[in-house]
C-alpha cells in the first residue's frame, strides 16, 4: 500500500495592521536591551504650523438708492437756499408793510330780549383799511369773520364784503354784525351794570382771508387776524357810541 501523504491545510496569515500613532501622541517601548534595563523610545512630537489667511477686504458699492437719497436731499436744501434768497430779495425791494385797520364808529341798532329770555343783537360799525405798500395790492377775498365780544361772550358775527384795495389806498368799510345768545336775561344785566361805570369793554376780532398782488402777478393767500380792543361809554340802542380807547394788534396767518 502507497504510503500515506501528510495532509496539508492552508493557513490564513492575517497582516498586522501597523500601529497609527495619532499626532502630537508619544510612543513608548517597554523593549529591554541586554544588561537588564528597559531603554524607552524618545517621545516624537509633530509641530503644526498654523497659518492665518486675513480676510478679504469688503468691497465698495454704493446702491442707486443711497445715491438718489443723497441727489435728492441735496436739490431740496438748494431750492431751498434759492427759495429764501428770491423772498429776502423781494423783502429787500419790496419792504411789504401789515395792512392798517381802525374802528371809527360803532352803533347798536337792535338790543332786545326775547320772550325765550334769548339776547339779540345788531351793531353797525365802521372800519377803515389802509393799505401802506407802494407796489402790493390787497384782493380781499370770500369767507371773512368779524365778530364782537363782551368778555368771553360773542354778542355778534359778520363778514367784510369782497373787494380790491390798490396801492397805498384808504377805504372805509360798513359792516353789519347780528347774534343771539341764549342766555339773554343774564347777559343783559350784566351789560347794564357794566354801562353804569361808563367804560364797557369790547373785543372786535377779525380773520380775513386775502391774496397778494405784486405788480400784476397774483401770488398765494394769506390770512390777517387780529383783535381791536375797544373801551365805549354806552350801549344805548339807535345812537352814536363814543369809543373811549382803541388799541388794534394785527398779524399774518400762513
Avoid at 215 to 233: A, E, Q, S, Y
Amino acid at each position: 500500500m502507497a504510503a500515506d501523504y501528510q495532509r496539508i491545510h492552508p493557513v490564513v496569515v492575517v497582516p498586522k495592521s501597523p500601529l497609527r500613532t495619532p499626532p502630537g501622541s508619544i510612543l513608548r517601548s517597554n523593549k529591554v536591551e541586554p544588561g537588564g534595563q528597559a531603554q524607552h523610545q524618545i517621545p516624537l512630537r509633530r509641530n503644526v504650523t498654523f497659518s492665518v489667511v486675513p480676510p478679504p477686504p469688503p468691497i465698495k458699492k454704493r446702491s442707486c438708492l443711497c445715491k438718489c437719497i443723497c441727489w435728492t436731499i441735496s436739490l431740496l436744501i438748494l431750492l431751498l437756499f434759492i427759495l429764501g434768497a428770491t423772498i429776502g430779495i423781494l423783502y429787500l425791494v419790496l419792504q411789504p408793510k401789515l395792512p392798517k385797520y381802525s374802528v371809527d364808529n360803532l352803533r347798536i341798532t337792535d338790543l332786545t330780549l326775547n320772550f325765550d329770555l334769548s339776547l339779540y343783537v345788531r351793531f353797525n360799525v365802521q372800519i377803515t383799511a389802509y393799505n401802506p405798500n407802494k407796489n402790493i395790492g390787497i384782493y380781499y377775498e370770500k369767507g371773512s369773520h368779524l365778530s364782537v365780544w363782551y368778555k368771553d361772550t360773542n354778542l355778534c358775527q359778520g363778514s367784510i364784503p369782497r373787494f380790491y384795495q390798490g396801492y397805498q389806498n384808504k377805504t372805509v368799510l360798513n359792516v353789519t354784525l347780528s347774534g343771539q345768545n341764549q342766555y339773554g336775561r343774564t347777559l343783559l344785566e350784566a351789560l347794564q351794570e357794566q354801562q353804569q361805570t361808563g367804560r364797557i369793554p369790547l373785543d372786535l376780532k377779525i380773520n380775513e382771508p386775502v391774496s397778494i398782488k405784486l405788480k400784476t402777478l397774483k401770488l398765494m393767500k394769506v390770512k390777517i387776524v387780529g383783535t381791536c380792543k375797544l373801551i365805549v361809554d354806552s350801549l344805548s340802542t339807535n345812537s352814536i357810541i363814543s369809543i373811549k380807547a382803541s388799541t388794534c394788534n394785527f398779524g399774518i396767518k400762513l
